[in-house]
C-alpha cells in the first residue's frame, strides 16, 4: 500500500494561483501513474489531471486544460498540481491517486477505479 499525502490547498479569490503537493511513500513510486481527482461540495468525484510513470505522457480534463499543470519528481516522490486562474467552480477536495499496476509505463488512466490508493484530500475554496 502506498501512503499519499496532499498538501498546498486553501481559499483563494477567483483568478489567483495555488499549487498542490500529493507526497507518496515507498520506493517504486516510478513505476506508479499517479492523478488528481477531485470532489465539489454535493457532487461526485471527478478526475482531473494524470501522469505517466515518467511523467512523458499527461492528461486533463477538458475543464482544466490550459489552466492546471500536473508534474511529478520521481526523486522526491511527488507530485504537483500547479492550478493557474482558478474559478469558483475549482472549488473542491482534491485527491491524489496512484495507480500501481499501470497499463503501460507511458499511459495514466482518467478513471478512479484504475487507482489503488489514495490521499485524504485537500481542500480548495476559490471564491468570487
Known amino acids: 500500500q502506498v501512503q499519499l499525502v496532499e498538501s498546498g490547498g486553501g481559499k483563494v479569490q477567483a483568478g489567483d494561483s495555488l499549487r498542490l503537493t500529493c507526497a507518496a511513500s515507498?520506493?517504486?513510486?516510478?513505476?506508479?501513474?499517479m492523478a488528481w481527482f477531485r470532489q465539489p461540495p454535493g457532487k461526485a468525484r471527478d478526475f482531473v489531471t494524470a501522469i505517466s510513470r515518467s511523467g512523458s505522457n499527461t492528461y486533463y480534463a477538458d475543464s482544466v486544460k490550459g489552466r492546471f499543470t500536473i508534474s511529478r519528481d520521481n526523486a522526491k516522490n511527488t507530485v504537483d498540481l500547479q492550478m493557474n486562474s482558478l474559478k469558483p467552480e475549482d472549488t473542491a477536495v482534491y485527491y491524489c491517486?496512484?495507480?500501481?499496476?499501470?497499463?503501460?509505463?507511458?499511459?495514466?488512466?482518467?478513471?478512479?477505479?484504475?487507482?489503488?490508493?489514495w490521499g485524504q484530500g485537500t481542500q480548495v475554496i476559490v471564491s468570487s
Open positions: 515507498g520506493r517504486t513510486f516510478s513505476s506508479y501513474a
Open positions: 491517486a496512484a495507480d500501481r499496476t499501470p497499463f503501460s509505463p507511458s499511459y495514466a488512466s482518467k478513471f478512479g477505479s484504475a487507482y489503488d490508493d
